[in-house]
């Protein structure tokens, strides 16, 4: 295994000083210092962190350095986090993105999850510290952002709280500690009016995309996904890959070396040239259909 080494970071805030970003650079040990190196970011979704779900692994295993982080508000970085600011969240990346490119690195990867996976998006559309981003994950991501008025939790605990009180308290374990989040009326308002649309004519077209998604997914619709696979399927040079994983919940609960392993031998086959059309896959990328 190639050696690495794990480095926590505090990323100055331009636009929210009291909101340092702590993050993790995980670098391999080639002797090589950071001027010109390339490098991924890998994005958390709501109530998580930067070690949660499959991206501690997929960080300690990738064929290049990378830095995952806690959005504001989230486990290690101080602030206020609010269900329907996206803005904060793409700002957080904007500064993160500003740091790195200072030490030299240049960004050729985004990595998200769910709502890291929306905010990078955003990103890669208009910071010009993505100008070199080559490589795309998209993981369990939403595009229809009004379904979630559709989704269970929201129809039988949000909605009934903020009747009663005026909002719902949303609790969680975020790394093995209760979290709680006052959702309220105006946070789903702003939710779903968040612009999914630019994808269509303004995701880059050099950018190789590989969609992720769990046909069990109950807080994501996986139509979605397909929805993803249209609007990044027709760009050129650039491909699009889809890959349904069945049985496999928002989360992929229980699958987290499976979705490692899918990225990886993904990142292996565009590297190697071998993707050169958008396409599908179901149970494996080497059975392309």
Request: net charge neutral; proline share 5%; with cysteine.
């Amino acid at each position: 295994m190639t050696s690495r080494t794990s480095t926590k970071i505090h990323v100055p805030h331009p636009l929210s000083p009291a909101c340092p970003i702590t993050g993790i650079l995980e670098q391999l040990d080639d002797g090589d210092a950071a001027q010109g190196r390339p490098i991924a970011l890998i994005l958390h979704g709501a109530m998580g962190h930067k070690d949660y779900l499959f991206q501690r692994r997929l960080a300690q295993r990738l064929p290049l350095d990378s830095f995952r982080f806690d959005f504001r508000g989230n486990h290690e970085t101080p602030g206020d986090w609010h269900y329907g600011s996206f803005q904060s969240d793409v700002d957080d990346l904007f500064a993160v993105g500003r740091f790195l490119e200072s030490k030299g690195y240049i960004i050729t990867a985004v990595v998200g999850h769910s709502r890291g996976s929306i905010v990078g998006q955003r990103w890669i559309c208009t910071a010009p510290e993505a100008r070199n981003v080559t490589t795309f994950v998209n993981a369990s991501a939403r595009y229809r952002m009004a379904k979630l008025l559709e989704n269970v939790n929201v129809i039988k605990h949000w909605q009934p709280g903020f009747e009663k009180d005026g909002y719902y308290d949303w609790t969680a374990t975020v790394a093995r500690k209760p979290f709680t989040t006052r959702i309220r009326p105006r946070d789903l308002e702003e939710f779903v009016k968040w612009d999914t649309s630019y994808i269509w004519d303004q995701f880059p077209a050099r950018i190789h995309v590989l969609t992720i998604h769990g046909l069990s997914d109950e807080t994501v619709p996986p139509f979605d996904a397909l929805i993803y696979a249209r609007a990044l399927g027709a760009r050129s040079p650039g491909t699009h890959t889809l890959h349904m994983l069945e049985n496999a919940d928002h989360n992929f609960t229980g699958r987290q070396d499976e979705i490692v392993g899918y990225i990886l031998e993904w990142w292996d086959l565009q590297a190697r040239g071998d993707i050169t059309t958008s396409g599908l896959w179901m149970t494996g990328l080497k059975n392309k259909l």
